[in-house]
Structure formats: structure tokens, C-alpha cells
């Protein structure tokens, strides 16, 4: 009797896993490369350039800090001002966050608080890669 | 996912099931070739148990962690396991002669290649969406590629920095044959150690259960929601799973009459368990 209904639910089960595993395969499949790359991230970073940006201005071997701040920011979730960081930390790597590192991703920071900075990349949204001197 | 990171896959599958074969071989579980193939999903985590171990013992020490150490690590487990072979020991368990119908056993394994080959194709080009994968399993993955070490103070940057180092130490591995930090194809990896499990599963307990009872019952677990929806997931919780599965049916091969040096391959998985996850 129980081997029976083992094996009734085995087919149930598998049926099911099957379908959903195919429905799993085509939405990973149809993703486009920056977002399969980023995934979580696209939850948490409104706009993947700014990720894309800093990883192409910061050195390998450079430390730098993700800074937050009350300006708005274009698309933000819930999700962005409290895990920017934690996102930049993964995605960022080699590069190791550190405070008071002179390379910034601001995500609705002040920047005039930051003291002399360059804004390397900006998309006026919000979002930006700065560098202090 | 590119064919440099598929062949990084394929290389460290074949340097766990290299390294547990020996280790089954010396042990006397597996004392032919014919059994090491029908013991190779086994094989492969024992390799996975037994490097990640050794690795995380090292991720202790000055010694960086390479190209180089992985190998000779390899090396090293390999030969051992060929001079413990040299003493023969012939562990009592049973010589595989699957019981039940022919009919059934084929079935079952045509359902879960069947599976199998779903999760491949959902893994192969799956995003990191997993959030403790992405928030502190791979940074120090990551960090053990690119550094060599865990940095103390790039850990406690982290979440769950306490946890053992393991899973990173073996995605580091991957990342190492791979020759990028590719969390995408890593997830086949994972994939790598699911197959693993069911055959090890099954070659285990075949001789033993009747196959109208064994796949059935596997085939649900292999069927069940958290392995369809995190099977191929790159986190540290199936892969517990799957050493602490093993443990005990090899604890009870062992109570069953079988020989001590079964035992000795279930506490392996048990100190890799417990070097897996807090």
C-alpha cells in the first residue's frame, strides 16, 4: 500500500518538478547577460550602470565605500539604500569596501558632504562613482 | 557560461570522484573498477567531503590557497588512498546485485535522468538570485580566489562570518578550475553534487532495498519542492543534506555487518557537516 502510493506521488511529483524546472530553464534562459550577471541586484540597484560604471573606474586592487544619503534616487526599492552595500560587495570584487576610501558609489548621497570630490560618472539620477582627493 | 567555465566544471568533477574513487578504493568499499563506476556518485562526495576539509584546515594556516594547493591536495588524497588499496581491505558490503524487477530499477533511472537533465538545463544559465548565496557564500568564495585566504577584516564585513569555510573553500576550487569567478556556471557545480547524491543514493542502498521501494521513495525525494526550487541553488543547505544521508545509511551498512572502514567514511561526512553550515 505505501509503495503504491509512493509510487503514484513519484509520478505526480516528478510531473510536476519537470514543468517547473522547464519554466525555470526558459525564464533563465531568456534573460539578457547583464541581468542573469546581476540578478539580486536588480532588486536592489535601480540601475545596473552605476555597477557597471564602478567596476570600470575602480582599480582591481583599490578599496572603496558605498555611501548612502536622503536625495533621491530614480527606481529605488526598499531594498536599495540598506543593501547597496551589501550588493557592491559582492559584485565588486576583487575591490574590498573600506571606510573612508577615497572611491565612492554614491547611491542619494550628498555629495558636498563628502568634501573635495570628482564626480567620475553620474546618471543624474541619483547614482554616481566619485572619487575623493 | 562559456566553454572555458564548463570545462572548470568538468575538471573539478573529475578531480572530487578522482579523489573519493581512490579514497573508496583504499577503504575496500570499492575494490573495482566496476564498483568505483557504480559508486562514482558517492565518490564524488566523499572527494567533495574530504578536500573540503582538508581545504579548510588549511584556510587556517600561512599556506596560500592556489592552483598549486588544490592539486597537490588532490595529489596527496589520491596517493593515500592508493597505498591504503595496497592493504585490500574488503569491506563486508554486499556485492551489487540490484534486488526487485529489472523493470522497475531501468524505470527509475530513466525518471531520474529525466530529472536530472531538468535541473541541468534550469542551472546552466541561472542568475545568482539566491540571497545568502549572493550576501556572504560567494564574497568569500570570492575571497578565497582572489586573496589566497579569508582577510579577518574582509569577513567581518560580511554576514554569517562565523559560518565554516567549506562551501567557499570548494566554490573557491571550482572558481580556480573555471579561471573566473563565475557564479552562473557554478551553478553546475551544485547540479554536479545533486546527480551525486542520487547515485550514491541508490548504489548504496540497491543491493539492500527492493527497487518497488527505493525509487519510488528517491524519486519523491529528488522530486520534492526544495530540491526543485534550490537544487542547484550555490548555498551550503542540500549539500549538509547529502553528507548527513550518506552518514547515516553508511552507519547503518556498518551496524548491518559491513566493515569498520565504512565508519570511518561516515564520520568523514559527518566532520564535513559539520565543517558545512553553523
Known amino acids: ?133 | 557560461m562559456t566553454l572555458h567555465s564548463l570545462a572548470g566544471v568538468f575538471l573539478t568533477d573529475l578531480t572530487l570522484i578522482a579523489i573519493g574513487a581512490a579514497i573508496l578504493w583504499g577503504s575496500g568499499i570499492a575494490p573495482t573498477g566496476r564498483r568505483v563506476l557504480r559508486l562514482a556518485g558517492l565518490a564524488w562526495l566523499v572527494g567533495a567531503a574530504t578536500l573540503g576539509t582538508l581545504l579548510t584546515l588549511e584556510l587556517m594556516t600561512p599556506l596560500p590557497f592556489s592552483l598549486a594547493t588544490v592539486l597537490v591536495d588532490a595529489a596527496v588524497l589520491i596517493a593515500a588512498g592508493c597505498v591504503l588499496a595496497v592493504r585490500r581491505r574488503t569491506a563486508s558490503i554486499a556485492t551489487f546485485v540490484a534486488r526487485g524487477p529489472v523493470v522497475i530499477s531501468g524505470t527509475g533511472v530513466a525518471i531520474a535522468v529525466l530529472l536530472l537533465e531538468s535541473q541541468f538545463r534550469a542551472g546552466r544559465l541561472a542568475g545568482l538570485f539566491e540571497w545568502d548565496a549572493m550576501s556572504f557564500w560567494i564574497p568569500k568564495a570570492k575571497a578565497i580566489y582572489y586573496f589566497g585566504h579569508l582577510d579577518p577584516a574582509f569577513m567581518s564585513t560580511l554576514a554569517n562570518a562565523w559560518y565554516p569555510p567549506l562551501v567557499p573553500a570548494l566554490d573557491a576550487t571550482a572558481f580556480t578550475f573555471m579561471g573566473s569567478t563565475d557564479a552562473v556556471t557554478l551553478h553546475l557545480v551544485y547540479w554536479s553534487a545533486l546527480a551525486a547524491f542520487v547515485a550514491a543514493v541508490a548504489g548504496l542502498l540497491a543491493p539492500y532495498v527492493n527497487a518497488a521501494i527505493l525509487w519510488p521513495v528517491l524519486l519523491m525525494l529528488a522530486a520534492t519542492p526544495i530540491i526543485t526550487d534550490h537544487g542547484v541553488s550555490p548555498l551550503a543547505d542540500l549539500l549538509l543534506d547529502y553528507f548527513l544521508a550518506l552518514a547515516a545509511i553508511l552507519v547503518i551498512q556498518w551496524i548491518r555487518g559491513a566493515d569498520v572502514w565504512i565508519l570511518a567514511i561516515a564520520g568523514g561526512f559527518l566532520g564535513a557537516a559539520s565543517d558545512d553550515e553553523a
Open chain 1, 1 to 133: 500500500m505505501c509503495v503504491a502510493v509512493a509510487a503514484v506521488s513519484a509520478v505526480f511529483e516528478t510531473a510536476r518538478a519537470v514543468q517547473k524546472l522547464n519554466t525555470t530553464s526558459e525564464r533563465n534562459a531568456s534573460l539578457h547577460f547583464d541581468d542573469r550577471e546581476v540578478a539580486t541586484g536588480n532588486s536592489i540597484i535601480p540601475d545596473q550602470t552605476v555597477l557597471y560604471e564602478a567596476r570600470a573606474w575602480i582599480p582591481r586592487n583599490a578599496h572603496y565605500r558605498v555611501v548612502t544619503g536622503a536625495q533621491p534616487v530614480a527606481d529605488e526599492t526598499n531594498l536599495t539604500r540598506p543593501y547597496a552595500s551589501t550588493f557592491a560587495t559582492y559584485f565588486l570584487m576583487p575591490r574590498t569596501p573600506l571606510a573612508n576610501a577615497p572611491w565612492i558609489v554614491c547611491i542619494g548621497c550628498d555629495a558636498k558632504s563628502l568634501g573635495k570630490s570628482t564626480v567620475v560618472w553620474t546618471d543624474n539620477q541619483g547614482s554616481s562613482v566619485l572619487k575623493v582627493s
